[in-house]
């Protein structure tokens, strides 16, 4: 089975269950959905970046800081978020990301509930090769320089959620509403 073939809940805009679609239709009519966001750092405190594969149906070989994923029909977000982090990162045992907050994702590629989660790993990684073509771990700093450098193309919801991870971090509370 192909990715567009996978089965996706489809959700209104209250993030509730309206129905099912094959994730190719999903992304060719626009239904929203979830995803999860999961920020990975090491003991170090770096962070996980990778650059997606070039065929992913979504933002083909652009970078991330996150690794995470739609939910399969039926999955919810605990589950799907630890799914997501262990077989990006090609590990076992992981422990459960942490759950920080949830925002709806409007702009380029579509429309999707994204629950943003973090986790520590020490483990060594190996990356799924069908989703992860580089990877390394970046001090925050190095992290920041490179988004604001504009020199990688990132993904757009990774962007949108590494700023509203930001605000959340600096202001200890809710991450500001789109366009604030």
């Keep these: ?3 567009a073939d996978e089965v996706l809940d489809v959700v209104d805009r209250d993030d509730r269950v309206t129905g099912q679609a094959r994730r190719g239709e999903v992304y060719a009519r626009g239904l929203l959905h979830r995803c999860v966001f999961v920020q990975v750092r090491d003991g170090l405190g770096r962070v996980f970046v990778h ?3 070039a065929s992913k149906l ?3 070989a652009h ?3 996150f690794v995470g994923g739609v939910l399969g029909a039926g999955e919810d ?3 799907a978020a630890l799914r997501e982090a262990e077989e990006e990162l090609g590990v076992s045992g ?3 990301p942490v759950p920080l907050f949830k925002f709806l994702y409007e702009g380029p590629g579509g429309s999707w509930w994204s629950y943003v989660h973090e986790v520590r790993c020490a483990l060594p990684v190996v990356p799924q090769e069908s989703e992860v073509d580089w990877h390394a771990w970046l001090a925050p700093e190095e992290l920041e ?3 604001a450098g504009g020199e990688w193309p990132w993904v757009p919801d990774g962007l949108e959620a590494y700023r509203r991870l930001r605000a959340f971090r600096e202001g200890g509370a809710r991450p500001p509403a789109p366009g604030a």
């Design 1 to 3: 089975m192909s990715a």
């Design 94 to 96: 992981l422990e459960q």
């Design 145 to 147: 320089r490179r988004v």
């Design 58 to 60: 979504v933002f083909p």
């Design 63 to 65: 970078y991330d800081m």
């Design 77 to 79: 977000y605990p589950g």
């Design 51 to 53: 650059r997606r594969t």
